[in-house]
């Protein structure tokens, strides 16, 4: 059993999204986009009036950069069943077609298209002609090879068009032309034949040009809405500025395909790279009917609702509180914070898929920081917390990270550790002489020390994100009545200044949970070599010894 | 419109099939069309070029198309050819990259150079006063070059404000991208960055050469 009892690892595993993994949408920006998706195939459907026309055409482009979620964007939409009932998607991944030409790129186009797609048109345009033999249209009795022994074996029309449908018999094609001549183009009989025939997918013999290329997918939008009553959706993803596909995507744009949408997937690069390449085909894209964008699509709050989703959707027990969502958001802002590399949602899943089975195998009931920990140093062991000299793990930074929210403790905790590492200096002989103020933590200092030249050093720790403003503040804290010959206060307000005698010492997050860190390992005696070298260089970074 | 172009637009409308030159020699039986033909080959508008046993003339942008589709080992040699000019555009891309690597690395190590005997830098104003002055200073002026350069969709590629910013404040390109990195980072919510582009900041081993406000 995986964490928050999920029968599966709901996140995951494969580099980019599949049609199963794009079911779940999640994210603000994300569904804003999908909406609005829905909202230009919504529009078009209201429009359509019986006969599809190039009117009916609409260009929609999905621009940001990779790893963000337009692949899963594209896929999450052509896998909708609230779509099914009036659009047929077919899904262009670019980056697979090489060589790249006009006819690799209708064959792909055939091949996005689903599987489900041809059955339902192939059933709509046998039952059309079953229509027309039953009126007595020899030539479409012809199709079905109904003849007088089938009349003898009682067989009925309707038999044989269900025998076509499993594949069982192959439809006489030869008459189709003369059949439908008057009523359909010569490009859409093409199509219907090669439906029929159950080649579908094949239709690429017979084509020379781009003209041809674009006649055919203009019949196969036509059929698709004289036939299903939906419109087409011709999706390219990972669009690029190479001269086929700008000439492709210019001849589709151009024709103005019937009841069709072309949506265009790319990365601001490729945009800026097709404004190089070919201004005509840029000049089109400007003027998309809607511009999908998905900015901020890699904010903290869109990778945590879109992370947290996944688990949301998989819970079908309902167990999965509100407490945990907002355990597990703290940690994924921690990774977020901490880890630039991972400011993108690709990289958070791949995460929290590790995490998910690292927990599972521990038999943890939620994901802890063992587990981001263990996935970090074990899918990622290059990477350290950014700037820690401790050479903090990310588990214990989490820990110490939660627990520094509230200043006292923090301030507390702060001081304890300064007061240790330099206690370790007096050890090493790194510091001549140590003092400490117990019993005078009204003067504002917490320590007082020589250094090696005997200069004496008052030690100030002042925590305080938002009260304090200015130098003068701060010295105002330290009412000190010791005599020293320099103060250093240490402090997080980001308040710079210094006179003669004292001077300010900011420290970050990162510096601080350094200390404590090292703080807590001095406590439990698991000082070892090379945290000795660093517990020094750590001193000195926030100018002690 | 005159002959010329008439004859002109009547073979591009023929797309990579041609017309036959006899067809030509009918529609337009009132040109010298051989004269007007053979003033268009020598421009290098029109193709003309045997197809089975007739003379066919095509027009420039639908020749090549036409050999590709006719002549199998055309379109061999053609596709060797693409290869070869994508294997060799590989090549000086990664020769370039490494170029601008090696070039930043020099300049790098003569910046830690000057570091070292001036004593100041943006690295060590990091944590001053005046280095988050200066850092806001930047942000209005950086943030004004996004507006001014982005376009429709807010994206502007780094390379084209790097210059005019670099001049403003009168810091180098290693410094430029330092103030950057900084700002994005300090105001992670309000910047977008997007991968591609010749110059940027690097994560996850990717150029991210383009920015946005959000």
């Known amino acids: ?45 209201q429009k359509m009036t019986g006969i599809a026309t190039d009117k009916d055409f609409r260009l929609v482009t999905v621009i940001q950069d ?29 980056s697979q077609i090489s060589p790249r030409d006009m006819n690799s790129l209708y064959r792909a186009t055939l091949s996005g298209f689903t599987g489900g797609y041809i059955k339902e048109i192939k059933e709509s345009l046998v039952y059309f002609l079953k229509d027309k033999a039953e009126r007595n249209i020899k030539t479409a009795n012809k199709v079905f090879h109904f003849g007088f022994f089938d009349s003898v074996r009682r067989k009925t029309l309707a038999n044989k068009a269900q025998e076509i449908l499993s594949d069982k018999i192959v439809p006489d094609c030869s008459a189709i032309h003369s059949l439908l001549r008057g009523e359909f183009s010569p490009n859409e009989i093409s199509i219907f034949k090669r439906i029929l025939e159950g080649n579908f997918q094949q239709d690429t013999h017979d084509i020379l040009t781009l003209e041809d290329i674009i006649g055919r997918i ?41 009841s069709t949408i072309l949506m265009l997937v790319l990365t601001p690069s490729s945009y800026e790279e097709i ?76 995460i929290l898929y590790h ?26 062991p290059g990477l350290r917390i950014q700037g820690s000299i401790m050479g903090v793990p990310l588990s214990e930074f989490i820990k110490i990270h939660r627990s520094s929210s509230d200043d006292r403790r923090l301030e507390s905790d702060v001081r304890n550790a300064v007061i240790n590492l330099l206690s370790y200096a007096y050890e090493n002989g790194s510091v001549a002489r140590l003092e400490e103020i117990d019993g005078k933590h009204g003067s504002g ?101 | 419109m005159s002959a010329e172009e008439k004859l002109t637009q009547r073979i591009f409308l023929s797309g990579s099939t041609g017309v036959k030159k006899t067809d030509l020699r009918k529609e337009f039986a009132e040109e010298d069309i051989d004269a007007i033909l053979e003033k268009a080959v020598t421009q290098g508008d029109i193709y003309i070029d045997k197809k089975g046993t007739a003379y066919h003339c095509w027009h420039k942008e639908y020749y090549l198309q036409s050999l590709l589709n006719s002549d199998a080992k055309f379109r061999i040699i053609y596709d060797a050819i693409k290869s070869l000019e994508q294997s060799i555009n590989k090549t000086s891309d990664a020769l370039a990259k490494s170029l601008e690597s090696s070039t930043n690395d020099i300049i790098l190590s003569l910046s830690k150079l000057d ?80 991968t591609g582009g010749y110059e940027g900041i690097t994560i996850r081993g990717l150029v991210h050469g383009f920015v946005r406000c959000i």
């Open chain 1, 66 to 94: 990779v790893g963000s979620g337009k692949t899963h964007l594209s896929l999450h939409i052509k896998g909708l069943k609230e779509l099914s009932g009036n659009a047929v998607t077919s899904y262009i991944d670019l």
């Open chain 1, 1 to 45: 059993m995986y964490p928050y009892d999920l029968q599966q690892n709901p996140y995951p595993s494969s580099p980019t999204p599949t049609i199963a993994d794009a079911k779940i949408l999640g994210g603000k920006r994300h569904n804003e986009g999908k909406f609005a998706v829905l909202s230009c195939i919504d529009d078009l459907y």
């Open chain 1, 355 to 380: 995490s998910m089975e690292d927990a599972k195998k521990r038999g943890t009931k939620t994901i802890d920081e063992q587990a981001i920990d263990n996935t970090i140093r074990n899918a990622y």
């Open chain 2, 115 to 194: 570091k070292e005997n001036n004593g100041s830098s943006v690295v060590d104003k990091g944590l001053s006063a005046d280095f988050t002055t200066q850092l806001e200073q930047f942000k209005t002026d950086f943030d004004n070059s996004v507006s001014n350069y982005a376009n429709s969709i807010g994206w502007v590629e780094f390379g084209k404000i790097r210059n005019e910013l670099c001049t403003k404040h009168d810091i180098s390109n290693e410094e430029f991208y330092l103030l950057v990195e900084q700002l994005v980072n300090k105001y992670d919510k309000k910047y977008e960055l997007s």
């Open chain 1, 275 to 350: 404004q190089k390449e070919n201004v005509s085909v840029f000049d089109r894209l400007e003027k998309a009917n809607y511009k999908i964008d998905l900015a901020g699509s890699n904010t903290l709050e869109e990778i945590i609702e879109i992370l947290l989703e996944y688990i949301r959707h998989n819970d079908d027990k309902e167990i999965f509180t509100a407490a945990e969502e907002k355990d597990i958001a703290a940690k994924i802002k921690v990774i977020y914070d901490e880890f630039q590399d991972f400011r993108n949602i690709r990289s958070m899943i791949n």
């Open chain 1, 445 to 545: 200092i917490d320590l007082i020390y020589n250094d090696q030249t005997g200069t004496k050093i008052a030690v100030a720790v002042l925590i305080d994100k938002d009260r304090i403003k200015t130098f003068e503040q701060i010295s105002n804290r330290i009412k000190s009545t010791v005599t020293a010959d320099k103060f250093i206060i240490l402090t997080n307000t980001y308040v710079y200044g210094a006179t003669d005698k004292a001077s300010v010492v900011n420290m970050d997050n990162r510096k601080m949970v350094d200390l404590i860190y090292f703080s807590s390992k001095y406590r439990n005696h698991e000082i070892m070599l090379d945290d000795s070298q660093r517990a020094l260089m750590l001193a000195k970074s926030i100018k002690l010894c």
């Open chain 1, 218 to 258: 203009a019949a196969i939008a036509t059929l698709n809405w004289k036939f299903l009553r939906k419109i087409t959706i011709l999706q390219l993803d990972e669009c690029d500025s190479e001269k086929q596909t700008l000439d492709f995507i210019k001849a589709v744009v151009n024709a103005h395909l019937p």
